[in-house]
């Protein structure tokens, strides 16, 4: 049971976001408090106090059926009376907060009815099947995800598997989270009768989850007044400083804001452009973020033009009249309509600069856009439902007849979905959750084909593989980034073009390595389950080891090497790393600690070396030829399809690629090296030709690697 009150730490003649609000102003809820205790209405109209409810959701769905909200009020109130808010108020204004928000935010029937009852289950004697019984099935599956809410602890100690759990519940219908993040809003509005720690508590908690949770829905009216509520709990000085900034600002003479609004509407109206131009205050985070990127604030700084028109064309119409007849600042030019944001949002920014220096952000959306950008997956209504002639006509996808799917895939929730599946436990799971919500931007690049995909900024080739392939990016083996060759390290800009590369062996295996590079979810999960099921091999990873042929107790692991004869009994051979010799090259071998007997060939470098430190030299001769591993460097010009046209002839030859890597281009010549596994050493003449024959390689070495202490 929530039991939070009005916290007096909060602003008195200016609360967070209260300067930005227009139209209906904040219901008052001690009022509705006394009306909620006046018993049941009578059967042909509804409560008092669920009048300004019904009054924001007639606004948005004027014909909507509003029994189900009559009768779930009653039960809402009548179960919860007796029931009391630490702050003395009866519990029922607590639901009804709720409900009014998500009402004003154009939440439809069923989750405004499923918002009302959101806290019987948990602290009445009202049962999930009485709901069901009551109000449908729909409803009760809400009531119950919201119930399951309600029993996570979201901080530190937050237990990962109940979480994991929640976000899958809560990923099945977004209104489940709808109802969480307005409950939470209302809690943090009335969070003063908490003692301070409790309140830092939950505000932390808040900061790290829910608002992020709230960014990657689209729901910026709740997520802005979050952030406010939680910049004057942990941060009451600059809070404090910010909020005479604000002041100071509402009192000065002129207001270069108005004026340059009343620019741009002068400037449309000529054009023949009908358009609602609108002064769009920051709200406290904001300005402060403003202030400390720009240090002394300007009048323009402390809010936006937001300019609403009928179509999307229009919104283009508008971008060119004002770059036309005032003067833009290029570089703030951005399209989220071209290329929307994760979360829905849509709307074109730019800015435009006076003589005197202000400079005013504009956004430029419909109407439609801007209902989205405030109330994110709330606007989509029911998700479920068959769409609106209205819906068949807009952007938004639907999910196909009886199809039960997140509205807002291909989104950030709907990725959750598929990536907490594949995490091998709850803690990797919960970790990977947590480094994902602070990414607080994300890039769009574009694949060949024209499609395209969303990662977080900062993502590299290796992430792109996995957004594109899942699982089957195991067997990726390079990437162009805008037609050049690139490694899969190689971090991704917004707007490039990524081709990837995919070698042909089913049973290809990802690099350890790449682990390092991948930044998403659903790389690092997957990367993290492959090796987890393939755990490193005990041998030295720079050479695979090889039992002399009379002393072997049994079968390799794996055939990685030729088979080596050494004239000295119970020895381990291992093949040196740095020449990586296989037959019929001319051999050598050391005794090094631990019984070992290091094979090199004998123009190895390593050799002199060896000799220089006193090693004794070991007879060593081939035996039987088996399958080996061998390392090759392909050096060529750069030209397409030549890393696919190399892989084509490897595999043309009868040779598995065990790992391939190339580097960066370089005077538009181009490094490629490759670890393969030959059937038989005698293959490797013709392998190498067949490589040497791919037109652009002008050479095919064996890899000459740095010798090593063994």
């Known amino acids: 049971m929530s039991a939070e009150a009005t916290n007096p730490a909060m602003p008195g003649p200016i609360t967070p976001g209260a300067h930005r609000r227009r139209g209906r102003p904040r219901i008052d809820l001690r009022r509705l408090s006394r009306a909620a205790l006046l018993g049941p209405a009578a059967r042909d109209r509804l409560p008092d106090a669920i009048g300004h409810v019904v009054e924001a959701h007639r606004a948005h769905y004027p014909d909507a059926d509003l029994d189900p909200l009559h009768r779930a009020y009653v039960l809402a109130e009548s179960s919860h009376r007796g029931q009391m808010r630490k702050s003395g108020e009866p519990y029922i204004t607590h639901p009804l907060a709720v409900t009014l928000i998500l009402a004003e935010l154009g939440a439809e029937t069923t989750t405004l009815t499923a918002s009302l009852l959101h806290d019987t289950v948990e602290d009445t004697e009202v049962t999930l099947d009485q709901v069901r019984d009551q109000f449908g099935e729909e ?283 594949a995490a091998p436990d709850p803690d990797t799971f919960w970790s990977t959750l947590r480094e994902d919500l602070a990414q607080d931007r994300e890039i769009t690049v574009f694949r060949p084909d024209g499609g395209a995909l969303g990662l977080p900024a900062g993502a590299s080739c290796v992430d792109a593989a996995y957004a594109q392939y899942g699982e089957d990016a195991h067997a990726c083996i390079g990437a162009r980034v805008n037609g050049r060759l690139a490694t899969l390290s190689t971090v991704l800009s917004d707007g490039d073009t990524v081709q990837l590369l995919m070698g042909q062996d089913p049973s290809s295996e990802p690099s350890r390595e790449w682990l390092e590079h991948a930044h998403t979810p659903v790389a690092r999960i997957a990367i993290t389950r492959w090796l987890a099921a393939h755990p490193s091999p005990a041998a030295q990873p720079e050479a695979p080891a090889a039992s002399p042929r009379p002393y072997a107790d049994g079968p390799a692991a794996r055939p990685a090497a030729a088979d080596v004869v050494v004239d000295q009994p119970g020895a381990t051979v291992r093949l040196a790393g740095c020449c990586t010799p296989v037959p019929p090259d001319a051999i050598t071998g050391f005794s090094v600690r631990g019984g070992v007997v290091t094979v090199h060939r004998l123009e190895c470098a390593g050799v002199a070396r060896m000799k220089g430190m006193g090693r004794a030299e070991v007879d060593v001769r081939w035996g039987d030829t088996m399958e080996c591993r061998v390392t090759l460097v392909a050096e060529s010009f750069g030209r397409p399809h030549l890393l696919a046209d190399l892989t084509e002839a490897i595999a043309g030859e009868g040779v598995a690629v065990v790992s391939a890597t190339v580097e960066p281009p370089s005077q538009q010549r181009v490094r490629h090296t490759y670890t393969l596994q030959l059937p038989d050493a005698a293959h490797l003449p013709a392998l190498m030709r067949a490589m040497r024959n791919v037109p652009g390689v002008y050479d095919v070495t064996r890899a000459q690697h740095p010798a090593t202490a063994p």
Not at 168 to 177: H, I, K, P, Q
Not at 353 to 359: N, S
Not at 384 to 394: L, N, R, V
């Open 139 to 421: 409803v009760r599956y809400l009531v119950d995800g919201v119930t399951k809410l309600e029993k996570v602890d979201y901080g530190a100690a937050a237990e990962p598997e109940t979480f994991r759990k929640m976000l899958v519940a809560t990923g099945s219908d977004v209104r489940v989270m709808s109802i969480k993040l307005a409950d939470r809003l209302h809690n943090m509005r009335t969070l003063g009768v908490m003692r301070p720690e409790k309140q830092e508590r939950i505000a932390k908690v808040t900061r790290d989850v829910l608002i992020p949770l709230a960014e990657r829905l689209g729901v910026q009216a709740l997520k802005t007044e979050l952030e406010d509520l939680v910049f004057a709990i942990l941060h009451p000085e600059e809070y404090k400083h910010t909020k005479e900034l604000i002041v100071s600002n509402v009192s000065r003479a002129d207001d270069p804001l108005a004026e340059i609004a009343e620019e741009v509407r002068a400037v449309l109206r000529e054009a023949g452009l009908q358009a609602e131009v609108l002064i769009r205050p920051r709200h406290f985070v904001s300005v402060h973020r403003v202030s400390r990127k720009r240090g002394e604030l300007r009048g323009s700084d402390f809010g936006r033009i937001l300019v609403l028109v009928n179509e999307d064309a229009d919104c283009y119409g508008v971008l060119g009249e004002l770059h036309t007849c005032l003067t833009p600042v290029v570089s703030e030019f951005k399209d989220f309509i071209a290329v929307p944001k994760f979360n829905l949002y849509q709307s074109l920014h730019t800015a435009v600069a006076r003589p005197d220096g202000q400079v005013a952000e504009v956004l430029i959306r419909t109407h439609q856009m801007h209902k989205v950008a405030e109330a994110g997956v709330i606007a989509l209504g029911n998700p479920y439902a068959p769409p609106s002639e209205e819906q068949k006509d807009s952007a938004v996808e639907r999910p196909a007849d009886g199809e039960r799917a997140d509205p807002t895939r291909p989104g950030w929730l709907s990725r959750l979905l598929d990536w907490q599946e």
